[in-house]
Structure formats: C-alpha cells, structure tokens
C-alpha cells in the first residue's frame, strides 16, 4: 500500500526566509508526487507536480519541489516566504502504472504553514 | 477549460436528516471522480470514487453513499446523518493531478 508521510505539523518562518515543508513516501514502482495548499474553508488547489524528467519542479506563486528517488523524498521549497503563503500544505503520491491502484492518490496528513511577518 | 462545481458551500443539518451534496464537472468528458472528507482541517479522507455513470467505488464503509447519474455529475448522499458526519467534503476530478472544487462544510448538529 502507499502512504505519505509530512513529519511536521506545523513549520514557522520568517516572512523573507526560505521555507521547507517535507514530505517522504511509499509506493509500488515509479511515483507520481504533487503538492496542494489549502486556504481555510477552501478546496485544495494543485501546486506542482514530478511526473518525470528534472528532479528539481518548478510550480505555481514561486514554490518548487525537489524529487529524491533515493530518500524518497518530495519536499516543497520557497527560496523567500510571504505573510500570504500561511496555509495548510498537501503531498500527495500514487503510482505511475495504470492499473487500479493507480485510482488511489494518497494525501499526506497536512502541514500548517506559518509565515511571521 | 475545465472547471469543477460543488455546492452548497456550507449545511448545518440535524442528525437523522438526508444528505445530498452535488459535485459537477465541465469542459471534460468521462472524468474521474472523487468524493474525499476532511475531517479536523487535516489528512484527506478517499470516500468514493467513480470512473463512469453508475461505476461507484467505496473506499471506507459508513453511512454514506454516492451516485453518478451523468457523466459529469457526483452525488453524495445519506439517508439518516450522524453526528460524526460532520466535516469538510470535497469533491474532485483527477486526470493525474486533482481538481478539487471549493468543498462543503457539513455541521449535524
């Protein structure tokens, strides 16, 4: 079975500072990795994505990801935090292969992002 | 381009009343859809999937059920809701990555 894991429930920077949020995973063959944010009371809303090819994402309001297929790591970076990225951070992984469990995109259980003016 | 819609954007429903949330989808044809709780502003609950009309998949046995009567419609339903029914619903349409629409926020009370 696939699982995500975000170590931190919470992480806290300083407006300016470059933030990580992490995000380790299981899966069967070859991942597909995403990462959503959610604002309160809000559906989630897609991020980026490693499909294949360059390790490093680049994805929506300045944040990327890095792919470690070694780690099996996914973790979401900002090289300068804003007061507006606060919100609750979501990584998501299911397998590349197409068979039935490739209906299953598991969600990691959400890291709070703080960012202290 | 595509868009997904689901409403109401928020209930408050007394315990032992039906439940019907409705998730659409447009500009897209035979979608994959899903049926997530959220429950505590936290982890991503998978309740139903489906990936045609009337192709319904449970994920977690409870007091809910779903319904696809059109290609690009999902129903979320229940007969009698529960207090812990309550939560954060989210509808979504996933090709690869997911498209989620703006989720209900369901109150038994």
């Known amino acids: 079975a696939q699982s995500v894991a975000q170590p931190e429930d919470q992480v806290n920077v300083a407006e300016g500072n470059p933030l990580t949020v992490k995000c380790t995973y299981s899966?069967?063959?070859?991942?597909?990795l995403f990462w959503y944010v959610q604002y309160p009371n809000r559906g989630l809303q897609f991020l980026l994505k490693?499909?294949?090819?360059?390790?490093l994402v680049k994805g929506s309001y300045g944040f990327e990801a890095e792919f470690n297929k070694s780690q099996t790591s996914f973790h979401l970076k900002k090289p300068s935090a804003l007061v507006s990225d606060s919100a609750l951070y979501f990584c998501?992984?299911?397998?590349?292969?197409?068979?039935?469990?490739?209906?299953?995109?598991?969600f990691g259980k959400g890291t709070k992002l703080s960012v202290i003016p | 381009s595509q868009t997904i819609h689901q409403w109401p954007a928020t209930l408050v429903q007394p315990v032992g009343s039906p439940l019907s949330l409705e998730c659409t989808v447009e500009?897209?044809?035979?979608?994959?859809l899903y049926w997530y709780r959220q429950a505590a502003g936290r982890g991503l609950q998978l309740l139903f999937y489906?990936?045609?009309?009337?192709?319904i998949s449970s994920e977690v046995p409870q007091n809910l059920s779903a319904s696809r009567p059109q290609d690009r419609q999902f129903i979320l339903s229940s007969k009698k809701l529960l207090l812990s029914d309550s939560g954060f619903y989210l509808c979504?349409?996933?090709?690869?990555?997911?498209?989620f629409g703006q989720g209900t926020r369901l109150t038994v009370v």
């Open positions: 998501a992984v299911r397998p590349k292969y197409s068979g039935a469990g490739s209906y299953q995109l598991t």
């Open positions: 899966v069967s063959g070859n991942p597909y």
């Open positions: 979504a349409w996933r090709p690869k990555e997911a498209f």
């Open positions: 490693y499909i294949t090819g360059d390790n």
């Open positions: 489906s990936v045609g009309i009337g192709q």
């Open positions: 500009g897209t044809s035979n979608p994959n």
